[in-house]
T-cell receptor
Framework: AQSVAQPEDQVNVAEGNPLTVKCTYSVSGNPYLFWYVQYPNRGLQFLLKYITGDNLVKGSYGFEAEFNKSQTSFHLKKPSALVSDSALYFCAVRDSFSNYQLIWGAGTKLIIKP | DAGVIQSPRHEVTEMGQEVTLRCKPISGHDYLFWYRQTMMRGLELLIYFNNNVPIDDSGMPEDRFSAKMPNASFSTLKIQPSEPRDSAVYFC???????????????FGDGTRLSIL
């Protein structure tokens, strides 16, 4: 069965420091992996995706994610955090054999402190 | 470009009343998804459509919930009768088909915050 785990409910980072939001997945076929961000009272916004190719994927707002097949992980990273990065982050996965339905993680609240 | 548009943004009603949530997807998108978000259960897919046809409604919690997509630019999610446990934020999202790759991102509206008293 497909699944996504975001092991941290909340991540706290000081402004200017690097940040990592973790995501691990389980699928039967090749994974299609996505990160979305949700700001308060807003819908989810697409950040980046991994389909195939280079394991390091760059996305919006300076975020990037590294696909690691052996560890079945797709961690979201940013070299230098901004207070405005504070939001709820969701990882999602779909395998190459499935329909268009995404399997969503529970979300990680990222708090960037000045 | 206009994104996914949902209405109303907020709805407060009494238990037993009918509630209708509306969604206008991005023009040209052929997939439409309805989600529910709560603190307890997170983000749940309720139903999704392809070319206006419901494909998977296994996430619809009970017969009180129904969804329609009469044309490519409009969808509704109806709850009748509503109950307090239906209180949540309901999101609509749309996407383009990606052929067999299914790698197109979903674009979300800003949701309808529903409170059933």
């Amino acid at each position: 069965a497909q699944s996504v785990a975001q092991p941290e409910d909340q991540v706290n980072v000081a402004e200017g420091n690097p940040l990592t939001v973790k995501c691990t997945y389980s699928v039967s076929g090749n994974p299609y992996l996505f990160w979305y961000v949700q700001y308060p009272n807003r819908g989810l916004q697409f950040l980046l995706k991994y389909i195939t190719g280079d394991n390091l994927v760059k996305g919006s707002y300076g975020f990037e994610a590294e696909f690691n097949k052996s560890q079945t992980s797709f961690h979201l990273k940013k070299p230098s955090a901004l207070v405005s990065d504070s939001a709820l982050y969701f990882c999602a996965v779909r395998d190459s054999f499935s329909n268009y339905q995404l399997i969503w993680g529970a979300g990680t609240k990222l708090i960037i402190k000045p | 470009d206009a994104g996914v548009i949902q209405s109303p943004r907020h709805e407060v009603t009494e238990m037993g009343q009918e509630v209708t949530l509306r969604c206008k997807p991005i023009s040209g998108h052929d997939y439409l998804f309805w989600y529910r978000q709560t603190m307890m259960r997170g983000l749940e897919l309720l139903i999704y459509f392809n070319n206006n046809v419901p494909i998977d409604d296994s996430g619809m919690p009970e017969d009180r919930f129904s969804a329609k997509m009469p044309n490519a630019s409009f969808s509704t999610l109806k709850i009748q009768p509503s109950e307090p446990r239906d209180s949540a934020v309901y999101f609509c999202a749309s996407s383009l088909s990606g052929g067999t790759d299914s790698n197109q991102p979903q674009h979300f509206g800003d949701g309808t915050r529903l409170s059933i008293l």
